[in-house]
C-alpha cells in the first residue's frame, strides 16, 4: 500500500513538472526569425518606467529618513556614513554615482533588455539565437536547463512553444523571475512582451514592445555585446 502511495506521489509530481515544460515546436509553422527594429511609437519605454519607479523609491526613503531626523534628540549626532568621503574631500558635494551603483544599473537594464534592435536566428529546427544591443543567447526549443541571471544567480530556465507564443522562463529559487514571450502580430510585428516578479527590483514590472522587421542587410555584429548564454 505504502509503496503504491509513494508511486502515486512521483508520478503526480512528474506530471506537474511535465506540464510545466513548453513545447519543442509550434502546432502550426510561425516564423518569428529576422531582424527587427523597435517601434518606440507603440511600445513602453522601460528606461522611462525604471527611473520612475527609482525616483518614487528615493521619495519613499527621503521621508523615512527625514521622520527619523525629526525624531532624534537635538544633542544626538547624526549617523556616520561610513563610505561618504570627508566634508574637506575635492568634489564632495558633486558626488557622483559610485561604482556599485552604476554596475547595478547596467544590470538592471540588461534585465529589462533595453535594445532598440532584435535579432532572431533559428540554426536548428529547436535551436534559436536572440541578439540584442544588451544580450546574446542561444536556446533550445522544449528544454529545461540552468542559467546564470545579469546579476549573477543560477537559474532554472524554461523554454519552448505555448499556442502562438515562443516563451522563455527563469526563476531563481528565493529570488527573482523573468518570463519574456515572442509572437507574430497581426500586423505582421514581433510583440514582445517580459514580466518580472519574485524577489527582485524590477518584480511587477510588465513592458510590452512591438518590433517591425527590418528591410535589407542586417548590420555588423556588436563586439559589445558579451558572451552567448
Known amino acids: 500500500m505504502l509503496y503504491r502511495l509513494s508511486c502515486a506521489v512521483v508520478l503526480c509530481l512528474w506530471s506537474a513538472l511535465a506540464l510545466s515544460d513548453y513545447a519543442a515546436a509550434p502546432k502550426r509553422p510561425i516564423d518569428i526569425t529576422g531582424f527587427w527594429v523597435l517601434n518606440a511609437v ?38 556616520i556614513d561610513a563610505d561618504a568621503p570627508p566634508p574637506d574631500a575635492p568634489g564632495n558635494r558633486s558626488r557622483g554615482p559610485r561604482p556599485w551603483q552604476k554596475q547595478q544599473q547596467e544590470n538592471l537594464l540588461r534585465m529589462l533588455g533595453v535594445s532598440q534592435t532584435l535579432e532572431i536566428k533559428q540554426l536548428e ?63 505582421g510585428q514581433l510583440e514582445y512582451e517580459m514580466k518580472w516578479s519574485g524577489d527582485s527590483e524590477l518584480a511587477g514590472m510588465k513592458i510590452r514592445r512591438l518590433y517591425d522587421r527590418r528591410t535589407g542587410p542586417a548590420p555588423a555584429p556588436n563586439p559589445d555585446r558579451g558572451p552567448l548564454r
Open 125 to 187: 529546427p529547436r535551436r534559436f539565437e536572440f541578439l540584442s544591443a544588451v544580450d546574446a543567447r542561444r536556446v533550445e526549443a522544449g528544454s529545461h536547463t540552468q542559467v546564470s541571471m545579469p546579476e549573477g544567480q543560477l537559474a532554472d530556465s524554461w523554454v519552448g512553444w505555448e499556442g502562438e507564443w515562443f516563451v522563455m522562463e527563469r526563476k531563481v529559487r528565493s529570488g527573482p523571475r523573468a518570463l519574456e514571450r515572442f509572437r507574430l502580430s497581426k500586423t
Open 42 to 79: 507603440v511600445s513602453d519605454d522601460p528606461e522611462a518606467m525604471l527611473a520612475k519607479r527609482q525616483g518614487e523609491e528615493r521619495e519613499r526613503f527621503d521621508k523615512m529618513r527625514r521622520r527619523e531626523e525629526d525624531s532624534r534628540p537635538r544633542n544626538m549626532p547624526p549617523p
